[in-house]
């Protein structure tokens, strides 16, 4: 079975283990707390348990979203559990599975395999690294206001904390509305291999796709260092692939800078999947080399 298959079962696997390996350390940290705390707790555990295990099994890029906003939430509160007095053994099989789980939602491999559930059958898309700026600090921030803030305030209610919990829930359901569908742009940022060519699919840089047709692309390889390629990256982190064409192309870029597009013509574009050698494995089995 190839990884593109096998790992989504693992994932699936390392999730459904969870009840029983991370368990024990959030009922030790329940156990003796008022009997609201202890009920709230475990409806938001079950409930966050059985929403990413649900979205698992559906090979799609919101379900992909879905797993990556889900699993870390696992890892804090196995954390949260081990601060609240749950035992060293319990604590630490808590963290371990809950990172395995999370380590495996975010493998590159895990990424292609969730956004090709949607493809059509003769194409294949390979995901972006996210922008840099992002990943050093606000994709944190919005996860927190997205998830951590509305767990928080259900739990402060829980706990007759009427007014802080009750703001606390409204904020973060307002942000998780808002945020999510920021957060599931980032899974719809592919390159693409079509019949027809390749496509750069990117609502953060790009107002609409780009298609480049196979005869016109001259080469698609590794960014050699002195690249004068439009840079469609947003300064991702990673190795850059460079997709030079003989026609220049016309692209509406979009930037946070700038709230009108700008339309840009250029002949070689610079973006950074996520598996550059699986996207140059597939250029070569395409023919575009």
Same mark, same amino acid.
């Given at each position: 079975m190839s990884p593109a298959r096998l790992l989504p079962w693992l994932l699936r696997a390392a999730w459904v283990v969870l009840p029983v390996a991370a368990g024990p350390a959030f009922d030790d940290a329940l156990s003796g707390r008022s009997g609201g705390v202890q009920s709230a707790g475990s409806v938001l555990l079950w409930a966050g348990w059985a929403t990413v295990l649900c979205a698992s099994l559906v090979l799609h890029p919101a379900a992909l979203t879905v797993v990556r906003m889900g699993t870390p939430a696992a890892v804090v509160a196995a954390f949260v559990a081990a601060?609240?007095?749950?035992? /060293?053994?319990?604590?630490t099989a808590a963290a371990v599975a809950t990172l395995v789980a999370t380590f495996a939602a975010f493998l590159p491999t895990i990424g292609v395999a969730f956004v090709n559930g949607a493809a059509y059958p003769n194409e294949r898309r390979f995901p972006l690294r996210p922008p840099g700026p992002l990943v050093v600090g606000p994709i944190v921030v919005a996860w927190t206001l997205a998830v951590a803030l509305p767990a928080t305030g259900v739990m402060l209610l829980a706990a007759g904390r009427p007014v802080v919990g009750g703001v606390a829930t409204v904020a973060g359901v307002a942000s998780a509305v808002v945020l999510s569908r920021s957060m599931y742009s980032l899974a719809? +940022?592919?390159? /693409?291999f079509v019949p027809a060519g390749v496509v750069v699919h990117d609502p953060l840089t790009l107002a609409d796709p780009v298609l480049l047709r196979r005869r016109d692309v001259t080469s698609l390889a590794l960014a050699p260092g002195t690249t004068d390629a439009l840079d469609l990256t947003a300064r991702a982190f990673g190795l850059a692939i460079e997709i030079a064409a003989r026609d220049e192309?016309?692209? /509406?870029? &979009?930037?946070?800078?700038?709230?009108? %597009?700008v339309t840009e013509r250029a002949?070689?574009?610079? /973006?950074? %999947?996520? +598996?550059?050698?699986? &996207?140059?494995?597939?250029? +070569?089995?395409? +023919?575009f080399d």
């Open positions: 601060l609240g007095g749950s035992s /060293v053994g319990a604590a719809r +940022r592919w390159i /693409v192309a016309t692209l /509406v870029l &979009v930037t946070p800078r700038s709230r009108t %597009p002949t070689k574009l610079l /973006v950074t %999947p996520t +598996r550059p050698g699986a &996207v140059l494995a597939e250029a +070569r089995a395409r +023919r």
